[in-house]
């Protein structure tokens, strides 16, 4: 089964160059690496040996854009499988033949991502992630080549996943009205759902996180998370992302208008507010899909 990994990148080159030196160990049929207006990520993955492609972007990254942009790249180079890999993420050693192996019927396949710790001096030995394998804990995480079926796809992500080449055209990708920071992969998976697909929890398709710090909630992201929570309202008739909408309105961030059935910023300090939410990914990290 002829696979790609897709990836999509603006900035974090560091971590491009990590699960890079991790590709050269898996060698898939294809790497492919989109890049958001960023030419230092075009010029490394060029000089990694992955295929490059370029698109515009703005402020606000089309994160949706970019990897249906990626999918039918691979897609044209004869990918049967498409792995969505974030540019944070390092694959383990077993994960692209587990996500073979599962490539079977009409699903989404998510494998256990463990979120790491910052970095020695030296960087992280990539021979030994397995060893700091800890799923994250709002995930299943089945044991390695255990597979679980689930109707529930709220609980699907982007940053580790993979579809078969039929999946992905009746689910017709990511809806690119999103541009910017989340609820884009929320509204695929509702959209996976639509057509009947299933998520699949694939046991031993472990990626490991890299670390970079976090806001929680993502204070920096609000106005984009705003917009994209009305754009998934109105075509889905709920709201995303409800943990973290309810987070800024505890923080006085925002509020809910019964009267308008919206959700409205009411404050644009987030100062104090960033700098009391910026943690460690390794001590909390909290998804709200």
Known sequence: ????????????????????????????????????????????????????????AGERLPLAAARNLGARTALARGARLLVFLDVDCIPDDRLLDRYRAAAYGNALLCGPVTYLPAPPPGGYDLRSLRRRRAPHPARPAPEDRVLLDSTDTD?????????????????????????????????????????????RWVGGADAYHQFHPVSDPPVEHLDDILVNARIYHRRWGAWPMRGWLDDFATAGLVRYDDDADQWIRTSHDTTAIASRALIETSAKRTSYA
């Open 155 to 199: 609980l699907f992500w982007s940053l580790s996943f993979a579809v078969t080449a039929e999946t992905w055209r009746g689910i017709g990708g990511f809806c690119t009205r999103y541009r910017g920071y989340g609820g884009e992969d929320t509204d695929f998976a509702r959209k996976a759902s639509a057509v009947g697909a299933r998520i």
């Open 1 to 56: 089964m002829r696979t790609s990994v897709i990836t999509i990148a603006a900035g974090r080159t560091a971590h491009l160059r990590n699960q890079m030196r991790a590709m050269r160990r898996h060698r898939p049929d294809d790497h492919i690496v989109v890049s958001m207006g960023d030419p230092d990520v075009t010029d490394l993955a060029r000089r990694g040996g992955a295929y490059a492609v370029d698109l515009d």
